[in-house]
């Protein structure tokens, strides 16, 4: 079973960068779709990307497209890379593995395996 460990949160002002990294325990670049969520208090869990196979295939969320990217450099990690963050995308960041996916609304209930989470949070 794979383990995984998210990296590279923590605080910065609207406008500003962030780069987060999932690191698992063995390769997951062609056994798991590698997926991003985030979860604010008192909300549920959003889908932020996915990706599989080095970018074979990839999904973003609505809210995010254009200002994040998934990719993955090497065969255990996943990087999600946000730009012109704001305060909205506040939350807490988790990575999360699943074996299969179907394309379309990235639901937290289809990945199986989870980090522990990165806080991020962006301030005006």
């Known amino acids: 079973q794979v383990q995984l460990v998210e990296s590279g949160g923590g605080s910065v002002q609207a406008g500003g960068s962030l780069r987060l990294s999932c690191a698992a325990s063995r390769y997951t670049y062609s056994t798991y779709f590698m997926g991003w969520f985030r979860q604010a208090p008192g909300q549920e869990r959003e889908g932020v990307a996915v990706?599989?196979?080095?970018?074979?295939?990839v999904s973003y969320a609505d809210s995010v497209k254009g200002r994040f990217t998934i990719s993955q450099d090497n065969a255990k990690n996943t990087v999600l890379q946000m730009n012109s963050l704001k305060p909205e995308d506040t939350a807490m960041y988790y990575c999360?593995?699943?074996?299969?996916?179907?394309?379309?609304?990235?639901?937290?209930?289809?990945?199986?395996?989870w980090g522990q989470g990165t806080q991020v949070t962006v301030s005006s």
């Open positions: 999360a593995a699943a074996l299969s996916w179907v394309p379309g609304r990235i639901r937290a209930a289809d990945f199986n395996i």
């Open positions: 990706i599989y196979g080095g970018g074979a295939v």
